[in-house]
């Protein structure tokens, strides 16, 4: 089971598509920041996800969140694929798996599959909101909703 609400996150540091060192503690304090973890590029499920955020990107910007979406594809994977869907926020490469395990995030699906999850953060860095579902369905609606509570 990963970071509960409640919890402060780890801090880390990951390069983003394009090859920039993205420290998350140059948000805490700032901004709300919204993290979702998906499994892979380009499959179904997480381009769906990556496009839901996509699509709503402006309603998280108005209430004053970062977005930012992780998973252990490289660098050059994360820039095609958000220039290919048009992915207006920050891709992190995590391909040590590293900020997953600081997460705690386990693997699904008879442990094959690298995790979906979707963290909501306050100013402090504290966790408010937490949504597992390897469904990408409900992940950009759930993160929107626990970012309005905070307001």
Known sequence: MGLKKGDTIPTFSLNDQHGNLFQIADLIGKKPIVIFFYPKDYTPGCTKEACSFRDSYEDFTELGAEVVGI?????????????????????????????????????????????????????????????????????????????????
């Open 71 to 151: 998973s252990s594809d490289s660098e050059s994977s994360h820039r095609k694929f958000a220039t290919t869907f048009k992915l207006p926020y920050v891709l992190l490469a995590d391909a040590r798996k590293k900020v997953r395990r600081l997460f705690k995030i386990e693997n699904s699906l008879f442990n094959l599959l690298p995790g979906r999850e979707t963290y909501v953060v306050d100013l402090e860095g504290k966790v408010i909101m937490v949504f597992n579902s390897m469904s990408p369905a409900h992940h950009m609606t759930k993160a929107l909703k626990g970012l309005k509570s905070i307001k």
